[in-house]
């Protein structure tokens, strides 16, 4: 839209903005301009969840006949190796949680707007579509708007596009449908940074209807998905339980047809399946992941799954052209 249909449309203009009652009115109809947490996680969940492993069945399965049989060393050692997993687990996923609260803190405090005919500064969370912000040098942008006024205006957008340089800002309008974020040039987004310049924005959006609000839904309503690699361990856990099951089985009737005790042999082949269940292969598995995320997380990247270090290794690009690629992807 040009301008003048965007002040139409939110009925507002430069010099006066909205008025006090018609702001108080949007924001009980928009409610405030802050990101809403959906249903978190207790940390007594996420330690549940962690026992719907395979091979973590196969082993308390494992620690529970060995308690049974006697060898109550051998059920405290598979015991404490559960225990450990389990616990790292939930640990790194109690840091993940934390993910949608460093969001939050991209969140400006407050923001000047025109109200009344007066500038005036306020909580971001009481902003509202139609409100004119004004912008300048080091301001975060409190919500995503039209740009109405930009005198050298430029904003860093990494934080939604990855794009290091700032983007230089217009008034005009841009005659294009589905444009990526990085290209709409007449609108800046919550959480980004006035990087150089001033200028003035009509709201659009507040909240989690914002491009970083949607980030921020995502992320609160992700659905659980198996990676590669958990695939693979439940096949992998799968296959250990039948072989081992399989050998036990000949075990004890081979043994049972030669002669030997029932009992004898029972005991011969629940010893046996203990002893080929791999104890050390989830924990191993957990360490490996927290390395990863402790290694992303130096890195400035948010990792909200352990799992999910895994599934960012397993991405693959081809069909890439190197001598098209623009240097700073091939870096």
Do not use: W
């Not at 000047?112 to 509202?128: A, F, L």
């Not at 399946?273 to 292969?281: D, K, R, W």
């Amino acid at each position: 839209m040009d301008v003048s249909e965007i002040l139409k449309h939110f009925s507002t203009d430069l010099q006066n903005g909205l008025s006090s009652q018609e702001a108080k009115r949007m924001l009980e109809q928009y409610g405030p301009n802050e990101l809403e947490e959906g249903k978190r996680r207790t940390i007594f969940q996420m330690f549940l969840s962690q026992f719907a492993n395979f091979l973590i069945i196969i082993l308390l399965a494992a620690a529970v006949i060995s308690l049974l049989f006697g060898e109550t060393v051998d059920a405290i050692l598979i015991m404490a190796i559960v225990v450990l997993n389990v616990i790292i687990s939930t640990i790194q996923e109690a840091k993940a949680e934390k993910s949608l609260a460093l969001l939050k803190k991209m969140a400006a405090p407050t923001a000047k707007v025109i109200r009344d005919g007066v500038v005036q500064t306020v909580p971001s969370r009481e902003i509202v579509p139609g409100d004119v912000v004004i912008l300048e040098a080091g301001n975060y942008v409190p919500a995503d708007g039209r740009v109405v006024e930009a005198v050298n205006l430029s904003t860093s957008e990494a934080a939604l596009t990855g794009e290091s340089q700032p983007v230089e800002k217009i008034v005009q309008a841009i005659d294009e449908e589905n444009l990526p974020i990085g290209d709409r040039k007449n609108m800046v987004y919550s959480g980004t940074i006035v990087s150089r310049g001033r200028g003035k924005a009509i709201v659009t959006a507040t909240g989690n209807e914002t491009e970083i609000g949607k980030i921020a839904k995502a992320l609160s309503q992700m659905e659980e998905t198996k990676t590669p690699l958990q695939v693979n361990l439940e096949k992998l856990g799968k296959q250990i339980g039948i072989i081992i099951l399989a050998i036990c089985a000949i075990v004890f009737i081979v043994g049972t047809l030669e002669g030997n005790p029932v009992l004898e042999m029972f005991l011969t082949a629940v010893s046996l399946a203990v002893a080929a269940v791999p104890e050390g292969l989830p924990a191993v598995v957990t360490i490996v992941l927290a390395l990863g995320m402790y290694n992303m997380v130096k890195r400035h990247a948010i990792i909200r799954k352990l799992q999910a270090v895994e599934a960012l290794g397993s991405v693959n690009v081809r069909g890439l052209n190197r001598n098209r690629v623009h240097p700073e992807i091939n870096r």
